[in-house]
């Protein structure tokens, strides 16, 4: 990952997004040369010298203290996801070396395989869908997946079933994890791996790349889904994201659920019924 060249276009399209009688400065009114303000205009209104603020944009971030970051992100009006961001471009933390191919501990393992009602991924630091249980496969077909294309991003930008499901859906959906990968990198600006995902999924998907150039930041624990699934119609469930701090070649697991009592409840368990006769059939 380019750092320095990822802070340069954050920081621009940030200050592109402003003008100058959105933070009391005088309206020019001539023709004006760039969008938004300029870096004079926003050095002066976050309290910090013109060459400092030049430096920073240029990527240069020699003695830049978190002070003067967070006088940038108030002056840019970065919300608090986009204020870390500015923070883990301008000091990246170490990043921890990878195993592949990762396993599961024991313990973990036992603990997908006894969520029988409800669709769990177990996901690494790239997006990538490292285990999943028998309702996640009832509604998500990754075993039919290279092993290199299961990920979140190919499912999203590369997967037209997925794609269908999410209908509607899907421009959100898409945005919203692009925006959340700009989180993982800058949470990981070593990461090789990482780094050679978003390359190729920026190679492989216009779609991605687009949404790439937005310079959209986001984190998410918590999502909702709605999927119009080819067997059993509309299912509406909820997503939540647990850490998995102790796992150093694991980022998270996903746990999708419906509302009990609910008819995606109903419909889900019908998926999860009909997907076992199917492969029970399969086997004999």
Not at 158 to 183: I, K, T
Request: hydrophobic residues 40%.
């Amino acid at each position: 990952m380019d750092v320095r060249g990822e802070l340069s276009e954050f920081l621009k399209s940030r200050r592109a997004r402003l003008r100058p009688e959105d933070v009391g400065l005088p309206r020019y009114q001539g023709q004006r040369r760039v969008p938004g303000l300029r870096r004079e205009e926003l050095a002066l209104y976050a309290g910090v010298s013109v060459a400092h603020y030049t430096r920073l944009e240029q990527g240069k971030t020699d003695n830049v203290s978190p002070t003067v970051l967070d006088a940038i992100a108030g002056a840019l009006r970065l919300d608090e996801d986009e204020r870390l961001y500015l923070h883990r471009l301008a000091h990246p933390p170490q990043t921890p070396k990878r195993q592949s191919p990762v396993r599961l501990r024991p313990g973990l393992q036992r603990l997908l395989d006894s969520m029988t009602h409800h669709p769990v991924f177990v996901l690494g630091h790239h997006t990538d869908i490292v285990a999943w249980n028998r309702p996640a496969a009832a509604l998500v077909d990754l075993a039919s997946s290279p092993p290199e294309q299961r990920t979140w991003s190919h499912q999203v930008f590369c997967n037209q079933e997925f794609r269908q499901m999410l209908g509607d859906g899907w421009p959100g959906f898409s945005r919203a994890h692009v925006s959340y990968l700009r989180v993982l990198l800058a949470r990981s600006p070593g990461d090789s791996a990482l780094a050679a995902h978003v390359e190729a999924m920026r190679d492989t998907s216009a779609d991605f790349q687009r949404l790439w150039g937005e310079q959209s930041v986001a984190l998410w624990s918590s999502r909702d889904y709605a999927f119009t699934h080819p067997v059993v119609g509309r299912l509406e469930l909820s997503g939540e994201t647990v850490l998995l701090p102790g796992d150093a070649d694991l980022s998270e697991m996903e746990l999708l659920v419906a509302e009990p009592g609910s008819p995606s409840e109903t419909a889900l368990h019908h998926l999860v019924s009909v997907t076992d006769r199917k492969a029970s059939a399969e086997l004999h």
